[in-house]
């Protein structure tokens, strides 16, 4: 079969995961068609050029360490897949110590012009307004978090879900590792029992009232973020940020997420906290946990200090920070199948933030499998996700069912907590005691070279 016989791969949206996807599908031999709606005279509420790959909020792809750090694994692995977003970062970074950072306007312009100048990539400046014509029959969609409100309203369609755009309260989540057990304890309120028969599926930190009223102090001190215009966020009370309550009463949390009722610290049973903070699960591996109730919008670096105030997770690591903001994604665990497709359609497929990973790299990194998936389907040879053990196949993994079933669906950023976990070694490779403190990036170091070992024999047998 020569290119000239094969029907073309249809990309909408020119995103970093759009311009990735269409990117993998184009160096397969495939001929890719990118529709991007930004043309001279129109934008969006947040993009301010029409140039492909535009970063609208920062110039950072975070940490470039690939040994211990999972973003920076996962610009590894994406390097080794031939990634344009990543190769054209290179081109433009600039100085950022530990960190990828790009200049933003020459980015975006070496993404563009390479997309342009490939001959199996033509890029068509129009929006879609509605589903992909029916002979479309290999799509993805990699529209992002302001995809039109009429492609939105289509995609409705073929869910059923009740809405695709909306609010999202986010709570922060904990690496399990990094909770002190020695304060905290596992108990469900009055000890019922959940679903699955388990009387303990919570993580108590119990406070006195000296640490609580500095707790809520600190709360409604600490610095907040400011919401962009065109959010419109709304406040419900289903969601109220943690520190809008506490702006309420100070003994609002008490009598909220944060009451002492039906626990007992098996520590100290006669003495009641004057107030507890509960943990929950949040993926089927047990490496996460979130902090029930504490969808907030204090600036990230106030968050951690904050919340290390609490008894048991002075020492937290947290794999996501909390926030609240407009946002737009798919129930992906109920929607979508391992070959991200759509299941009520399996033409459409879904890659970038619209499937609930978080960050420009998590977005990008699944519009290039997204592109490497359909690519191979065109060519007649059906590829498989990498394993869960890679950074991209534990995103994967998340946005099509390791979050906890049962909880609402929410975005993640790469971490180690999605991977499957390793022992921390106590010697290296020569033989030489580790110290205890040094244990986790030991850890975070073989994990990282399993992920990139396992990348590359999955590249290999394609």
Same mark, same amino acid.
């Given at each position: 079969?020569?290119?000239? +016989?094969? =029907?073309?791969?249809?990309?909408?949206?020119? %995103?970093? @995961? %759009?311009?990735?996807? !269409?990117?993998? /599908?184009?160096?397969?031999? *495939?001929?890719?068609?990118?529709h991007e709606m930004r043309r001279p005279g129109v934008r969006t +509420? !947040?993009?301010?050029? +029409?140039?492909? !790959?535009?970063?609208?909020?920062?110039?950072?792809?975070?940490?470039? +360490?690939?040994?211990?750090?999972? *973003? %920076?694994?996962?610009?590894?692995?994406?390097?080794?897949?031939?990634? /344009? /977003?990543?190769?054209?970062?290179?081109?433009?970074? *600039?100085? @950022?110590? %530990? @960190?990828?950072?790009?200049?933003?306007?020459?980015?975006?312009? =070496? *993404?563009?012009?390479?997309?342009?100048?490939?001959?199996?990539?033509?890029?068509?400046?129009?929006?879609?307004?509605?589903?992909?014509?029916?002979d479309w029959d290999n799509v993805i969609i990699a529209t992002g978090p302001l995809t039109s409100p009429s492609l939105a309203e289509a995609i409705l369609g073929l869910t059923g879900e009740e809405e695709l755009s909306f609010f999202d309260a986010i709570a922060p989540i904990v690496h399990a590792e990094s909770i002190d057990f020695d304060i905290a304890w596992r108990q469900s309120r009055y000890d019922k029992e959940g679903p699955g028969g388990d009387a303990a599926a919570y993580v108590n930190c119990p406070m006195n009232k000296e640490q609580y009223d500095a707790f809520i102090e !600190?709360?409604?001190?600490?610095?907040?973020?400011?919401? =962009?215009?065109?959010?419109n966020v709304p406040y419900f009370d289903g969601c109220l940020p943690i520190e809008v309550m506490a702006e309420r009463g100070r003994e609002t949390l008490r009598h909220g997420p944060m009451k002492p009722v039906g626990l007992t610290n098996p520590r100290d049973p006669l003495v009641k906290a004057h107030a507890i903070v509960q943990l929950r699960q949040d993926n089927a591996l047990g490496t996460l946990f979130n902090i029930v109730g504490f969808q907030t919008k204090l600036k990230h670096g106030a968050q951690a200090d904050v919340f290390r105030m609490i008894p048991g997770l002075q020492n937290a690591q947290f794999a996501r920070l909390g926030g609240l903001h407009r946002n737009t994604y798919l129930n992906s665990p109920r929607l979508l199948d391992r070959q991200m497709r759509l299941k009520a359609m399996p033409r459409l497929r879904f890659a970038g933030q619209v499937t609930g990973v978080e960050g420009y790299v998590e977005s990008a990194a699944t519009g290039l499998l997204a592109g490497r998936l359909a690519a191979a389907e065109r060519l007649g040879h059906p590829l498989d996700a990498p394993a869960a053990h890679t950074a991209i196949g534990a995103l994967v993994e998340h946005i099509t069912g390791g979050h906890m079933a049962g909880s609402k669906f929410q975005p993640m950023n790469i971490n180690y907590g999605l991977l499957p976990p390793l022992e921390a070694p106590k010697v290296d490779e020569a033989g030489v005691k580790i110290p205890l403190k040094e244990r986790g990036r030991a850890k975070k170091r073989l994990m990282s070279i399993r992920a990139l070992n396992d990348l590359k024999a999955w590249r290999d047998a394609a």
């Open positions: 079969m020569t290119v000239s +016989d094969l =029907k073309p791969i249809h990309v909408i949206g020119g %995103g970093l @995961a %759009g311009s990735e996807a !269409a990117w993998q /599908i184009a160096s397969a031999g *495939v001929p890719v068609i990118l +509420d !947040a993009h301010h050029t +029409d140039g492909l !790959a535009e970063l609208v909020c920062s110039n950072s792809f975070r940490s470039d +360490d690939w040994e211990h750090n999972a *973003v %920076g694994l996962l610009h590894a692995e994406m390097r080794e897949l031939g990634s /344009i /977003i990543m190769s054209s970062a290179h081109d433009h970074q *600039v100085p @950022a110590g %530990g @960190a990828l950072a790009v200049d933003r306007d020459g980015f975006s312009q =070496k *993404v563009t012009a390479r997309l342009e100048a490939h001959p199996l990539v033509t890029v068509v400046r129009e929006e879609l307004t509605g589903l992909p014509p029916e !600190a709360l409604i001190t600490g610095p907040k973020a400011e919401f =962009k215009e065109w959010e």
